[in-house]
């Protein structure tokens, strides 16, 4: 059965993403006192930040919805090996406006990836993507016999009740 839940590494990266907000917020846009400190995700090898997901099935497809404002979608790569889908890109930091004119800083630069396994029962070779207005949509169709289908609970009548179970002292 096709069975969708949030992750343990979604709760990793919302966690991460608040960290980083309130060293932003307590020590300024590098984090951490010192411009050493913008090394550390090149250091860390780890991405920059990690767009917001959604994912649901409408219609017959599994959807996953990307955050990803201010990006342009010539940045972004798609690829697909098996069942595994992997988004990667970069958000440029404007060149026009230099580190000291900051007031406030917000956004997160730089380069993102997040990969996602598709459950069983997707159709990858036909998996569709689209970006509108900032945010990315990968969908691809499900085998009618992977979706969700509700199952009836029938209530037995009393003669094909089965006796219960008395509890043993």
Do not use: C, H
Request: glycine letters at 6%; hydrophobic letters at 35%.
């Amino acid at each position: 059965m096709l069975s969708l839940s949030r992750s343990l590494f979604d709760d990793l990266f919302s966690m991460n993403r608040a960290l980083d907000n309130f060293l932003e917020r307590s020590w300024g846009p590098s984090g951490l006192a010192g411009p050493a400190t913008r090394l550390l995700p090149t250091l860390m090898l780890a991405p920059s930040f990690y767009p917001e997901v959604e994912s649901y099935i409408k219609d017959g497809k599994l959807v996953y919805r990307l955050a990803l404002p201010g990006i342009d979608p010539k940045n972004v790569d798609l690829s697909i090996v098996g069942n595994q889908v992997t988004v990667k890109g970069e958000r440029s930091s404007p060149a026009e406006i230099k580190d000291e004119d900051w007031n406030v800083r917000e956004f997160r630069y730089g380069q993102f990836e997040r990969t996602f396994t598709l459950p069983e029962g997707v159709e990858v070779d036909k998996l569709n993507a689209t970006f509108s207005n900032g945010v990315l949509e990968i969908s691809a169709p499900v085998a009618k016999e992977q979706l969700p289908r509700k199952i009836e609970v029938k209530q037995l009548s009393t003669s094909e009740q089965k006796p219960q179970l008395k509890a043993s002292a």
